[in-house]
C-alpha cells in the first residue's frame, strides 16, 4: 500500500549529538504526525503537525509541517539514551486513516 | 490525557482456538478506533477500521471472518482472531481517536503480542 518515504532507515549516532529525520510523499495530507516505539510497545504521539509550514517543539524535539504539506522533518536536539527507538512518521487521510512512513531506528552509542 | 490501554499484554494460545483482544480508551470517547498488525522491523499494517455502532471495516486482504471485529461502544473495540494458527502470531495494536478535537490524531495502545503454537 501507500508509505510515505522516511528517511534515513537507521542513525548511529553519540549522546549528546543532534538527530535530523524527515519524511516526504507524493500526496498532499492535512495532517502529519510523528511517533517513537519502543520494543514491544505501541507507538507513542511525539508532535502533531496541523497546518502547513507549522513549526512545532516538544521539548527537545521541533518538527516542521512543509509549506507544500507534502514533507515534514523532526529534529532532536542533544540527544539522550532514552531518545533510543523507532521514529515514524505519518500523514492523517481525510478518512482519518494513517499512511505510514518505514520508520527510523535511532541508536546512540554511549 | 488520551489513554488507551490494550488487554491482554501478551497471549499464548493452541492452533485452532479463538482469541479476544480487547482496545479501551480510558479517559476520552472515541467514535472511530483503529486494529493494526506489525511484524518484526516493519511499520504498522492497519486491518480494519472500526466505528461506533456499525461494521467495521476491513483492508484488502483482511479476512472479515478471521478477523472479528467489534466495536460496542464509544469506549471500547474488541478484535477476536478466530480458529488461529501460527501465521496469525503478530503484535496486534490498536488506536483510538478522540470524538471531538484533535482532528483525527491517533492514540494508540501498548500492543498485544499473540503466539499461536
Known amino acids: 500500500g501507500q508509505q510515505l518515504n522516511q528517511s534515513p532507515q537507521s542513525m548511529f549516532i553519540q549522546e549528546g549529538e543532534d538527530v535530523s529525520m524527515n519524511c516526504t510523499s507524493s500526496s498532499i495530507f492535512n495532517t502529519w504526525l510523528w511517533y517513537k516505539q519502543d520494543p514491544g510497545e505501541g507507538p507513542v504521539l511525539l508532535i502533531a503537525?496541523?497546518?502547513a509550514g507549522e513549526l512545532t517543539s516538544n521539548g527537545r524535539l521541533t518538527a516542521q509541517f512543509g509549506i507544500t504539506r507534502k514533507d515534514s522533518f523532526l529534529n532532536i536536539s542533544a540527544s539522550i539514551p532514552s531518545d533510543v527507538g523507532i521514529y515514524f512518521c505519518?500523514?492523517?487521510?481525510?478518512?482519518?486513516?494513517?499512511?505510514w512512513g518505514a520508520g527510523t531506528k535511532l541508536i546512540i552509542k554511549p | 490525557g488520551a489513554v488507551v490501554s490494550q488487554h491482554p499484554s501478551w497471549v499464548i494460545c493452541k492452533s485452532g482456538t479463538s482469541v479476544k483482544i480487547e482496545c479501551r480508551s480510558l479517559?476520552?470517547?472515541?467514535?472511530?478506533m483503529f486494529w493494526y498488525r506489525q511484524f518484526p522491523k516493519q511499520s504498522l499494517m492497519l486491518m480494519a477500521t472500526s466505528n461506533e455502532g456499525s461494521k467495521a471495516t476491513y483492508e484488502q486482504g483482511v479476512e472479515k471472518d478471521k478477523f472479528l471485529i467489534n466495536h460496542a461502544s464509544l469506549t471500547l473495540s474488541t478484535l477476536t482472531v478466530t480458529s488461529a494458527h501460527p501465521e496469525d502470531s503478530s503484535f496486534y495494536i490498536c488506536?483510538?481517536?478522540?470524538?471531538?478535537?484533535?482532528?483525527?490524531?491517533?492514540?494508540f495502545g501498548p500492543g498485544t503480542r499473540l503466539t499461536v503454537l
Open positions: 505519518a500523514g492523517l487521510r481525510s478518512n482519518y486513516q494513517l499512511i
Open positions: 488506536s483510538a481517536s478522540p470524538r471531538s478535537g484533535g482532528a483525527g490524531t491517533q492514540y
Open positions: 479517559d476520552f470517547q472515541a467514535t472511530t
Open positions: 503537525l496541523y497546518k
